[in-house]
């Protein structure tokens, strides 16, 4: 990679920058910095990181969306493994820059910050956490190419590694055609897996057209014909009905509210199902907040009160008995909620919760406006609402009192305060401690054996997990594997108030399960109720799921283990041997000179010292981090896997039989 050892221009006083020499620091001009240092601009080079780049620049063809000049996007993965994006909005323009000297196409493709500086500033919203710029992409790309349509003319220009093969010039007329086109090729040489998933550009692409309605987004995977279009009249309203799609409403259609304050643009759609979850999704200009934050609060605010106040004063909920809380009135709600917001700004440990004080008001009094409009139009459906709310109150008081009771534990467990089944590490700082949640007493036992015990703590869980999806709070916390895994956790239940990351005991929670159905269905058990119950966990990206391997490999005294069947060949080429010296079976067979390949069914087949080589231990195993990226996406798989419909779930069972392995 070429060096470039311009001089540091030092920002504000300079403090603390003395301590480092010149040669400390290599400054790299923009795009190569970006190449140097992939994750610091995009997060990671994993598969997140490499979606990331499709998702870039798709922005950009949204911010055009969002100017009022763009109403179609195209989105297609090619053969050889590139992202095509096409926009029918003005096009960058071409014009040569005045400063830069060089044509605005090549300043928005080459500098950085270009796009966050003033494409983002000058035309509407969108960006936040994303808009580090297309340039970004560009120098992650091997090769970029764009064309633009805009006043009759076609202009291309193609670039290497981020920068221009030739400047940008005219290859033709155009007519009645505007917009502009990037291929791009992401760089295998900063990539892993240079692999786009259909399914996961899709799934962006869907909640994209959701949150602009209108709006037409199309994808196509020439790799094997599939394809998708989107165009949702409804927006807002649509999605909730996508969300709740195996839910019955309790609330009618969904209760839709737009409005604006402020230059702060809002819509909200939301109804009841019979389920006891709350499913909130906030938006800030087409960014998933994970996190919440003011836009959030002003909503819980304003529905707690507005609900309340209609039920007390027709007589549905009674002053002198219990008292609703903002919970109980979110029991079972599906919401998503979408803000487009000037100069958001983000806070939170994932940059994913807006901060921005003035926009609670406003959220809050336009929705309350709203939503008492509709529940003097609409008395029936505002009664079963509210009737919903207060016997969500009656469970919650049921299970303050079963809370209790884990709190006050008796026995042995009283002295520790810690599950008894519970091996813990003799450590205690969190960021190096280690939970094992382990399938069956039998793999815990190896567990325990196989285990570092000074980081390492081992929780064996029994048989199947309580399916949290269908019980509520006050049941799920009568369960003695859910308990033990609360107390073991140490910081509480839930997803507000009773929760605290701070109190976390390990920094890392590992789940692991036999590699055959069952283990696949607890860990969709245990999943579910980390996502339901513990989202916190998620999305601080403390989840993981253990990877142990399928298959052995044995060649006389050698042993080699691989994790899929890919590998397993591989493992087979390098040791070149001829087929008919393969032995595919019992390990019992003995052999100098047949390979013999055994199939690891459960984690109880593996001796201690197997497991730890193959799966606990750091410096070789693999763990898989569950992220919540997409968070509508796997609150539906949830609900069809673990939801009370049947049909749905066995028909995403069958789809997605050959995907058995999460890989989350
Ligand atoms: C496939 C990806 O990147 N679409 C884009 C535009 C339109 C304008 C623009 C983009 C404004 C001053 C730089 C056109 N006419 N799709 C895209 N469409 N960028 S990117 O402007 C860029 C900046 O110079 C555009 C008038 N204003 C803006």
């Not at 190449?35 to 990671?44: F, K, L, T, W």
């Not at 339901?532 to 298959?551: C, F, K, N, S």
């Not at 390979?595 to 197997?610: A, D």
Request: neutral net charge.
């Amino acid at each position: 990679m070429a060096k470039n050892n311009s001089k540091i221009k030092k920002n504000g006083n300079g403090n603390g920058a003395s301590d480092y020499s010149e040669k400390d620091i290599q400054v790299l001009s923009g795009l190569q910095h970006v190449r140097r240092r992939p994750a610091m601009y995009i997060g990671d080079v994993s598969s997140r990181g490499l979606h990331h780049l499709a998702y870039e620049v798709i922005d950009n063809s949204i911010d055009e969306a969002l100017a009022g000049y763009c109403s179609k996007i195209e989105v297609i993965i090619t053969k050889d493994g590139k992202i095509i994006v096409e926009d029918n909005g003005r096009g960058i323009p071409t014009g040569i820059h005045p400063t830069e000297k060089k044509s605005a196409i090549e300043v928005v493709m080459t500098q950085l910050n270009a796009g966050g500086k003033f494409t983002r500033d000058t035309y509407k919203v969108s960006g936040g956490l994303h808009g580090v710029g297309v340039s970004v992409v560009n120098a992650l790309s091997e090769i970029l190419e764009v064309e633009v349509c805009r006043e009759g003319k076609k202009f291309y220009q193609k670039y290497i590694k981020g920068k221009p093969a030739a400047p940008a010039k005219e290859i033709g007329k155009v007519k009645n055609k505007t917009g502009t086109k990037v291929t791009f090729l992401p760089d295998k040489e900063i990539f892993k897996h240079t692999v786009f998933k259909f399914e996961t550009i899709e799934n962006r692409l869907r909640e994209l057209a959701y949150l602009n309605k209108e709006l037409i987004i199309t994808i196509k995977d020439e790799r094997d014909n599939k394809s998708n279009e989107f165009k949702f009249k409804g927006g807002l309203s649509d999605f909730v009905k996508y969300l709740d799609e195996n839910e019955k409403s309790i609330s009618g259609k969904p209760i839709y509210i737009e409005g604006e304050k402020e230059n702060i643009q809002l819509e909200i759609a939301f109804q009841y199902n019979e389920s006891y979850n709350d499913n909130i999704y906030t938006y800030v200009n087409n960014i998933n907040t994970h996190e919440g934050g003011t836009h959030l609060e002003g909503f819980k605010t304003a529905l707690t009160r507005t609900l309340n106040n209609y039920g007390i004063k027709n007589g549905i909920i009674k002053n002198d008995k219990l008292s609703l809380t903002g919970d109980d009135f979110r029991e079972g709600l599906t919401c998503v909620i979408s803000v487009k917001v000037p100069e958001p700004q983000f806070e939170g440990q994932t940059k994913t919760k807006l901060g921005n004080s003035e926009v609670k008001g406003i959220v809050q009094s336009i929705t309350g406006e709203n939503l008492n409009d509709f529940l003097d139009e609409n008395p029936a459906i505002a009664r079963r609402i509210i009737e919903k709310c207060i016997r969500a109150a009656e469970a919650r008081e049921a299970a303050r009192k079963a809370k209790a009771l884990i709190r006050t534990k008796t026995g042995l467990e009283q002295l520790s305060g810690l599950p008894g089944k519970l091996s813990d590490c003799s450590l205690s700082d969190p960021a190096q401690c280690e939970l094992y949640l382990v399938e069956g007493d039998s793999a815990g036992g190896s567990a325990k054996q196989g285990r570092d015990r000074r980081f390492q703590a081992i929780l064996p869980l029994k048989g199947k997990i309580l399916n949290v999806e269908k019980a509520r709070i006050n049941k799920i916390l009568e369960n003695d594997e859910i308990k033990a895994i609360i107390t073991a956790i140490g910081a509480g239940l839930g997803n507000s108030d009773d929760f605290d990351i701070e109190r976390i005991r390990y920094d890392k929670i590992i789940l692991m399960c036999d590699a055959d159905v069952d283990g696949s269905h607890i860990r969709t058990l245990l999943l579910t109720f980390f996502y339901r119950h513990m989202r916190e966990v998620i999305d601080t990206g403390r989840l993981y799921i253990a990877q142990p391997p399928l298959y052995k490999i044995k060649k006389g005294k050698s042993e080699f283990y691989a994790y899929d069947e890919d590998e397993r060949e591989e493992i087979l080429k390098s040791m070149k041997v001829s087929k008919k010296d393969v032995i595919t079976g019992e390990e019992t067979v003995q052999s100098d000179t047949k390979v013999i390949i055994s199939r690891f069914k459960g984690l109880g087949e593996m001796n201690p010292e197997q497991l730890w080589s193959t799966t606990m231990n750091p410096d070789t195993r693999t763990i898989l981090q569950v992220s919540n990226e997409n968070a509508s996406a796997a609150d539906k798989i949830f609900r069809t896997l673990m939801g009370e419909e049947v049909e749905p779930r066995r028909k995403f069972i069958e789809e997605n039989a050959k995907y058995a392995r999460i890989d989350a």
